[in-house]
């Protein structure tokens, strides 16, 4: 690496052997963990929140929500049924292992199958900033465009599963599906994908199944 950041290098080790003692935690406890990324307006919340209802009875979820000031996303998973904590960045644009550390104080593993991590919406830093989840997990929506791999390559590089979200608006906004998944391919080849729409409901069940079976392999651990 370049010898021009040590600083850089220094707190990004410091983070990654924290973010390494977080998946410890996740790993005895038998939890699968991931961190949802995306713009402000993808439709994380709506994701996660549709997520927690379909999956009650099948999964026990907890969720972490990073924002910059509120919690009106905790409220909503904890209205749609999961174990809510919210982390304020106090100003800050991405989630850290040491916010992540905290925020694990306050949910009870043990009694959790699934931990989903709503980053801050962001798609400038947060992939560069490893949290300890299993799975990095970005999503993208359709009113966002089709460039977005292209002008955001770290992102898409530094994921696991892409959901491209509000397949509804499709014959409404110009976007050429070919075009956006060629540009994920070329970063990140073979990477897990997901079209659906939370509003319509279509493909959802794809999301869900792929969770349950993640959240299975986990447990075994
Ligand atoms: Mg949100
Ligand atoms: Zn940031």
Redesign the pocket.
Known sequence: MSSKIPVVEKILSANDRLALENRARFDAAGVFAINVMASPGAGKTSLIEQTIRALQGKLRIGMINGDIATSFDADRAAAAGAAAVQINTGG???LDAVMLQSALGQLDLSSLDLVIIEN?G?L???AE?KLGAHKNVLVASIPEGDDKPYKYPGMYRGVHAVVINKIDLLPYVPFRMDFFKEGIEALNPGVVQFELSCRTGEGLQAWFNWLVSEARKAALR
């Open positions: 800050d644009c991405h801050v962001n400038i830093c947060p900033f």
